[in-house]
């Protein structure tokens, strides 16, 4: 989901809080429709049962703690005013689903690659992943990535993430991934087949942070600070080949830069795909996802 930086608190399995006095998250908004089936063919609602059950939405408060026993208490005991950037939400899962369905319309890939029909073989980014929440659920909604990789902060939101992670495993280490459903209306279901995960704890920022095979990208930037949303767009530069896309919500990236940086410096254009609009308890209500290409990268030099 969410923790790398920002302003108030963004948008979750729906409806949560910390500005609001700290009522649970919610799900979806009043246009969600559970029987609704992902381009792989799997349906949004068992997803969310079974993201529920790794991440009940009555703990919400409890993963916002650890955000800020990480993020906002080592300042707080220096007698310093904590960043607005370490803020923990929860995006929800219904809006991310229905964008990752949008981002691959968009998807060019290489010019060596036909378009393919699903998210089949590519790979998938939450860059600022939190407790791993939508790097989960994005595994199960497209079972056929190569990769749902999350890169996250914070340290105990990290580990949070791998603990829910190894609750997917089939055979303790065996890394073959299932999200358990548990019951839907009264009737047990069988698990999610999911694709490969991967969780690491460090900064998308971080040069040796690598996630350059990335197809699809996606920030929680509802939160994100200018300054930061400068760094993302010097991290995409630096990382991401030209057809990839970047999932961006509230912010769009600047559309054209140049990055004097390491390894190397250069310049990107991204194209704006399509603006789409969608809940985020942490607006409020409605909120915009931008689905951006990347067309030139120091990447793809």
């Known amino acids: 989901d969410f923790n790398l930086k920002s302003r108030p608190p963004p948008s979750s399995t729906a409806h949560a809080s910390s500005a609001a006095g700290g009522r649970e998250p919610l799900t979806g908004g009043s246009d969600a429709d559970p029987d609704t089936l992902s381009l792989s063919g799997v349906r949004y609602g068992s997803v969310l049962s079974g993201i529920d059950a ?9 993963r916002n703690a650890a955000s800020r026993t990480d993020g906002y208490w080592p300042y707080i005991t220096k007698g310093d005013e904590p960043p607005r950037d370490l ?3 929860e995006f929800d899962l219904y809006f991310f689903a229905r964008l990752l369905d949008r981002a691959h319309y968009h998807f060019v890939g290489s010019a060596d690659d036909a378009p393919p029909a699903t998210w089949e073989g590519k790979v998938f980014v939450d860059l600022g992943s939190g407790t791993g929440r939508l790097t989960l659920g994005a595994a199960a909604l497209h079972p056929g990535w190569k990769l749902c990789r999350g890169i996250e902060l914070l340290k105990g939101l990290h580990e949070m993430g791998e603990t ?48 350059g095979d990335t197809d ?19 991290a995409v530069c630096r990382q991401c080949q030209p057809g990839s896309i970047v999932i961006t919500t509230d912010y769009m990236l600047p559309l054209e830069n140049y990055v004097d940086g390491i390894p190397d410096p250069g310049s990107y254009w991204l194209e704006l795909a399509e603006k789409v609009d969608g809940w985020n308890w942490l607006t409020g209500g409605e909120s915009t996802a931008f689905i951006h290409r990347v067309v030139t990268s120091a990447a793809g030099k």
Request: glycine share 12%; proline share 6%.
């Open 87 to 89: 803020v923990y939400g």
């Open 54 to 62: 790794l991440y009940p939405p009555s703990g919400w408060q409890l």
């Open 216 to 234: 699809c990208a996606f920030a929680f930037s509802t939160a994100f600070t200018p300054e930061l949303m400068g760094r993302l767009g010097a």
């Open 164 to 211: 829910n992670l190894a609750k997917c495993d089939d055979v303790a280490g065996s890394g073959n991934f299932r999200l358990n459903l548990g019951e839907e209306d009264g009737v047990e279901v069988g698990p999610l087949p999911m694709s490969d995960v991967k969780l690491s704890c460090g900064s998308f920022d971080d040069v040796d942070e690598y996630f």
